[in-house]
């Protein structure tokens, strides 16, 4: 019985991660929203770079995601989805990306991002190593500059509402 609470719990614990790992930073130290975000993005890609080089892998090619002439995407721009897309991809000797597979969504809608970025992951290559890793991962996250209340709305619905660019703002490599 013990054991069987303690695997709930552990994988309650484990499926939290991906729901908390992708919400809005605190921007109240940076003085725009963009400032932020950059970031909060660079800290990521820095953070992911470097375990890659601690296991003696790092890029070759990146390609950035396409989300041009998507139709669904666009519409999902402009409505703001937001959330965050988890993918999992295995990096071969010779440098190429193998068995992709997105891993976690954080939400239904905003799967609707993951096909331009599963295209992009596919072309990234690696500096070939006499090694294969297996089990990689990589995160992009949506999220919209959030609106500035009036005073006028209650602070929960301010909240919620979002304004902004329509262009995502993704994880992405320089």
Not at 92 to 105: P, Y
Not at 118 to 131: C, D, H, M, R, S
Not at 151 to 171: D, H, Q
């Amino acid at each position: 019985m013990v054991k069987r609470v303690l695997i709930a719990a552990s994988m309650l614990f484990a499926s939290q991660a991906f729901s908390l790992d992708w919400q809005r930073p605190d921007c109240s130290a940076y003085e725009s929203f963009s400032e932020c975000r950059n970031a909060e993005k660079n800290a990521y890609r820095q953070s992911k770079q470097q375990e890659f080089r601690e296991k003696g892998l790092s890029f070759w090619y990146y390609e950035r995601p396409d989300f041009s002439e998507n139709d669904a995407v666009e519409k999902a721009l402009e409505d703001k989805v937001e959330g965050a897309l988890f993918f999992s991809f295995d990096v071969e000797k010779n440098g190429s990306v193998s068995g992709l597979t997105l891993k976690h969504k954080t939400s239904e809608e905003v799967a609707v991002y993951a096909a331009p970025l599963l295209a992009a992951i596919k072309n990234w290559q690696f500096v070939p190593a006499e090694t294969s890793w297996k089990g990689l991962e990589w995160r992009y996250q949506f999220y919209f500059e959030p609106k500035a209340c009036d005073g006028e709305e209650p602070a929960a619905a301010c909240e919620n509402k979002v304004e902004g660019n329509t262009e995502a703002n993704t994880e992405s490599e320089s």
